[in-house]
């Protein structure tokens, strides 16, 4: 064999495991360009079954009458990041952060707070039994929410809940779950993959913010409200199939809704749907408008103790 021939095949070896290394080096950013379609497909289910079994459970929690909650809290989050990840996304003009973030080391204090007053995460079958007063929870009862399903919610939000013994709900957007996971890039714009949502499923209850209906009209208007009804049951009958038919509840986005969504709500099958009206929730709630407290930036640990009643007679 010649020099020539025995350098061709060595410059060929080269530069295939040069560019196998190149390949796997950014594989996570080349199936996202090229699986980028925009909506997970509508007649796809994520098969999470087997491990949501624990969000059915009711305990008996053998209270005494002075253990017993008069109201519960809900809170709302929607995205958790590390402050060193703040971007020109997460941050208004002025600087100051937007009002759907909260910083990882402050969620970090909240949580804690949480575990070391001995609070507990009610399932959402427990809270709707709480209201109808088929049963009773403790004072410290506690309801953990977070809208749309951001990526850092796996990353950030999961261990740290897992770490605590803490549940929590995550309301989803299903048309933005990715079919193909990407890495993890904090600060951006990531929505759950699908196997996002199956390593996490121990932790969060996964149910319906809409497939493709989190926006507004042109006059502002959230489409929940503003499209005709059939659409709007159509695009939930859509997150359905994707949350393989778990209604146990919805959140509306925006907090929009009005007495026909209501209706399509039941029509659905949901049992319960949650606003952004900041109260607690007793027994003369009703389950199809849940009051949630939004949890934000700025709020300090004092004011997160007001919001959730701690220390209150």
């Not at 309801?143 to 770490?163: Q, S």
Request: glycine share 6%; net charge negative; aromatic share 12%.
């Amino acid at each position: 064999m010649s020099r020539k021939h025995v350098f061709n095949i060595g410059f060929t070896l080269v530069f295939l495991v040069c560019f196998a290394c190149i390949i796997m080096f950014f594989k996570d950013d080349i199936l996202h360009a090229l699986f980028r379609d925009g909506l997970f497909p509508i007649d796809e289910t994520i098969e999470m079954e087997a491990c949501q079994n624990w969000t059915d459970d009711v305990r008996d929690f053998e209270l005494t009458d002075r253990e017993k909650a008069e109201s519960v809290s809900v809170l709302m989050y929607h995205r958790v990041v590390e402050e060193k990840h703040l971007n020109q996304y997460l941050t208004e003009d002025d600087g100051s952060i937007v009002s759907t973030v909260i910083l990882k080391s402050n969620f970090i204090k909240q949580m804690d707070l949480l575990r070391d007053e001995g609070y507990t995460t009610l399932t959402l079958k427990e809270l709707e039994l709480f209201i109808k007063g088929e049963i009773d929870v403790p004072k410290k009862s506690i309801v953990l929410t977070f809208d749309d399903g951001f990526k850092d919610n796996a990353k950030e939000v999961y261990p740290i809940l897992k770490e605590r013994g803490l549940k929590g709900v995550s309301f989803v957007i299903t048309g933005a779950i990715s079919k193909f996971d990407a890495k993890y890039q904090p600060g951006e714009y990531q929505y759950f993959s699908a196997s996002d949502i199956i390593s996490s499923c121990d932790v969060f209850d996964f149910q319906s913010h809409t497939y493709n209906y989190h926006q507004r009209m042109e006059d502002d208007t959230p489409f929940l409200i503003g499209k005709e009804d059939e659409q709007v049951t159509q695009d939930l009958e859509r997150s359905l199939v994707n949350l393989n038919g778990r209604n146990q509840a919805f959140a509306s986005p925006y907090g929009g809704y009005d007495e026909g969504n209501i209706e399509t709500f039941q029509e659905l099958g949901f049992d319960m749907a949650f606003t952004v009206i900041p109260n607690d929730v007793t027994r003369e709630t009703s389950v199809y408008e849940i009051p949630r407290k939004e949890v934000f930036p700025d709020d300090s640990l004092e004011d997160f103790k007001e919001k959730i009643g701690l220390n209150v007679p």
